[in-house]
């Protein structure tokens, strides 16, 4: 996970990437390093977090466009006429390369309207003259933090029932682990 390589037994080495960063991980460790950094500038928590929540979409959305430049993430097998046709091992059906859902498309869209709608919740809110620093769609009062997460996570829960299944353990069950992992999540968002 720490180098982007793979030592083989005689010795050389390949280079296989950056692997093992899932998102559910990553926002658990967005959350961590918010909490320092709050703590040591002494800032009030929800206006740190709203203020992340705000790009937090649009960051979200190039995290799955290379996601699909390197063809990881890849979906179930589709006859839609939007499937793609991903060029890896983990991409064959019976070592033919098959149409398979582009769900990290179908994510990098949802983000970018997620996104749109935030910063046009945002700019309504600061353009308003009716509404002070009292409005919880005021930054500071946990509105966007709870708008991005419910809204990603909940998108991303539907969407995990059109991705391939990642790891072994995930065969036959009903909901996979980034399903499992988002419900506490959205949940976290909507209170």
């Not at 793979?6 to 961590?32: C, E, K, M, P």
């Not at 009292?134 to 419910?150: D, E, K, L, M, N």
């Not at 909940?154 to 353990?169: A, G, I, S």
Request: glycine share 8%; proline share 4%.
């Amino acid at each position: 996970m720490f180098l982007p390589i793979h030592i083989q037994d005689n010795g050389s080495w390949s280079y296989i990437g950056y692997r093992g960063l899932a998102s559910h991980g990553g926002t658990i460790g967005l959350f961590v390093a918010l909490a320092f950094y709050w703590r040591k500038e002494k800032l009030k928590p929800m206006m740190v977090l709203d203020n992340v929540a705000i790009a937090a979409p649009a960051t979200a959305c190039c995290i799955r466009l290379g996601n699909l430049m390197n063809s990881e993430i890849i979906g179930k097998t589709t006859d839609m006429p939007w499937a793609f046709i991903f060029h890896s091992q983990e991409a064959l059906v019976n070592g033919e390369l098959v149409p398979r859902h582009p769900a990290q498309l179908y994510e990098v869209l949802a983000y970018l309207l997620i996104f749109a709608i935030g910063i046009s919740l945002y700019q309504y809110w600061r353009k308003s003259q009716h509404m002070r620093t009292t409005s919880p769609i005021a930054v500071g009062y946990g509105f966007y933090f709870g708008y991005c997460i419910a809204t990603i996570f909940t998108f991303r829960f539907f969407v995990e029932f059109l991705k391939k299944e990642q790891v072994d353990f995930e065969q036959g069950m009903l909901l996979d682990m980034g399903q499992l992992l988002s419900i506490p999540l959205v949940l976290v968002g909507l209170w």
